[in-house]
C-alpha cells in the first residue's frame, strides 16, 4: 500500500511517496517557483534522481509534473496512478473546527478556506493544491487532510484564551491553535515508545526547533499547552519570527514610523527573530559562525533563543508539576549540542544530567540523559511525512 504525502505553499510543493508495508520512502522531490516560471527536483530511493525546468503556471502543472517524474522519469517508481491508495495533505490551519483528520470532500475544502483568514500564507495554497491534486489524479483516489493544529485541541480553555475581551474569542474566534501538532504528536509517540510506558503515564516536553519553533506539554497522552498560539508567530523567537512580545512595542513602532497593521505582521514574521538581532542570517549555522567570530549582536541572539528555549521549558515544567522526558528535534534541536547542553544544564537543580558524548550526536534518535538523571532527555528526528501518511492509513482504514 503506497500513500502520497503532500506539503504544499504558495509557490512549492513539497512531496513523498511511502510505502506503507515498511513505512520507506520510494521518493520524494520538490517543486518550487510555481506561478513564476517551475523547476522539479526528485529523488528516487535507490538514488535515481530527475530533474528539469518545466512551466508551472498553477499547482495543476506541478503536480502533473510530479507524475511524470513518478511514473515515466528514469527515476520513475510507479507504473500508474492504481498504485496509489491515497494522498494525504498536510495542513497548517485547521482552527476550532478541525479537531483531527479527514477525508476531503466539498465541505472540508470549503472549511479550510474559510480559514485562510487565520493562515493567509498557507491555507489558500492549499486549497489551490488540493483542487488541483484532485484534477490531476482523479476522484477515485481518497485524499486525506491533516492539520497542524490538530493535536492541540486538547489544550483546554486557561491554556488556550488570552485575557482579551471575551466578544473577540465569540466573534472573531482569537485564541491560542498551535502549530507543528504532527511533529509534536510524532515526537511524543516515539518518547512512550523508548520509555516503554504508556503515553498516559508520562509527562513529556517536546522542543521542534527549526525555522520555526515551538515548544508542546504533553500530559495524561495529550496537549496541554504549546507556545505557538493564534498564529505560528507566537512563543520564543526564531529564525525570522520575533517570538512573543509587549504588544504595545508593536503599536509606539507602528505610531512612530506610520506603519500599518500589515507592515507591522512583515517585520514580526520575516525580518525579526534571529536575522532581526543579528542582522547576519536567520540561518542558526551562520549565526553561531559569526558569534564564534566575535559578532556580539550574533552572541546576543544565540542567547536569547536559547534562554527564551529554557524558559518555556520551565514554564511547562510549572504547568504540569513535573516532567519525565524532555526531548529535542528539528533542524536545530536535532543538530546542535551547545543548545541542548545550555538548556540541561540549566534543568541541573532538578535532577537533569547529560551524558556529554552522547550529546554530541547529530540527527539520530538517542537518549543523551545519563542513566541517573531523575528527566530522561532525547533526541528525536522528526519525520511529519510519515506522520501524515500513517493518519492518512488510519482514516482510509476507517
Ligand atoms: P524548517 O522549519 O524550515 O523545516 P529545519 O527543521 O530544517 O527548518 O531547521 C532549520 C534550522 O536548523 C536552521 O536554522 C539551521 O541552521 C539549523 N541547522 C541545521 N543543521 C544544523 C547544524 N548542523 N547545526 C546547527 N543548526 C543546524
Redesign the pocket.
Known amino acids: 500500500m503506497k500513500i502520497f504525502v503532500v506539503n504544499a505553499g504558495s509557490s512549492s510543493l513539497k512531496y513523498q511517496l511511502i510505502d506503507m508495508e515498511n513505512e520507506s520512502v520510494l521518493a520524494k522531490g520538490l517543486c518550487e517557483r510555481i506561478g513564476v516560471t517551475g523547476a522539479i527536483s526528485h529523488k528516487a530511493a535507490d538514488g535515481r534522481e530527475y530533474k528539469a525546468e518545466t512551466p508551472m503556471p498553477t499547482h495543476s502543472e506541478a503536480f502533473e509534473a510530479v507524475v511524470y517524474a513518478l511514473m515515466k522519469s528514469d527515476a520513475k517508481v510507479i507504473d500508474s496512478f492504481d498504485e496509489i491508495s491515497a494522498i494525504g495533505h498536510r495542513i497548517v490551519q485547521g482552527g476550532a473546527v478541525f479537531k483531527g483528520s479527514c477525508l476531503v470532500n466539498d465541505k472540508v475544502i470549503e472549511q479550510i478556506s474559510e480559514l485562510g483568514a487565520m493562515a493567509p500564507l498557507h491555507n489558500p495554497a492549499h486549497v489551490i493544491a488540493i483542487k488541483a491534486c484532485i484534477k490531476t489524479f482523479g476522484e477515485k483516489i481518497p485524499q486525506v487532510v491533516v492539520f497542524d493544529t490538530s493535536f492541540h485541541q486538547t489544550m483546554p480553555p486557561k491554556a488556550y484564551m488570552y485575557a482579551l475581551p471575551y466578544e473577540y474569542y465569540e466573534r472573531l474566534d482569537v485564541r491560542k491553535y498551535g502549530a507543528h501538532g504532527t511533529s509534536h504528536h510524532f515526537v511524543s509517540d516515539r518518547v512512550a515508545v523508548l520509555e516503554n510506558k504508556d503515553k498516559k503515564d508520562l509527562k513529556i516536553i517536546t522542543c521542534h526547533l527549526?525555522?520555526?519553533c515551538s515548544i508542546t506539554a504533553i500530559k495524561d497522552g495529550v496537549c496541554v499547552d504549546t507556545s505557538m498560539g493564534f498564529t505560528p508567530l507566537d512563543g520564543f523567537m526564531m529564525?525570522t519570527r520575533s517570538g512573543s512580545l509587549d504588544p504595545s512595542a508593536l503599536t509606539y513602532i507602528a505610531e512612530k514610523d506610520n506603519l500599518s497593521a500589515a507592515d507591522i505582521n512583515t517585520i514580526c514574521n520575516k525580518k525579526s527573530g534571529m536575522l532581526g538581532v543579528s542582522g547576519v542570517s536567520n540561518?542558526?549555522?551562520d549565526v553561531?559562525a559569526a558569534a564564534e567570530a566575535g559578532n556580539e549582536r550574533a552572541r546576543l541572539a544565540i542567547d536569547m533563543q536559547r534562554y527564551q528555549i529554557l524558559k518555556f521549558i520551565g514554564s511547562y515544567i510549572a504547568a504540569m508539576n513535573g516532567v519525565d522526558a524532555i526531548a529535542f528535534t528539528?533542524?536545530?534541536g536535532e543538530?546542535?549540542p551547545e543548545l541542548r547542553k545550555y538548556v540541561c544544564e540549566n534543568l541541573k537543580y532538578m535532577g537533569v544530567k547529560i551524558d556529554i558524548d552522547a550529546n554530541k550526536c547529530?540527527g539520530k534518535e538517542i537518549k543523551i540523559s545519563t542513566d541517573d538523571s531523575l528527566v530522561d532527555v532525547f533526541v528525536i528526528p522528526t519525520n511529519e511525512e510519515l506522520a501524515i501518511a500513517r493518519d492518512t492509513l488510519r482514516i482510509i482504514s476507517e
Open positions: 527549526g525555522n520555526g529564525g540561518d542558526n549555522r553561531a528539528g533542524g536545530i543538530n546542535d547529530r
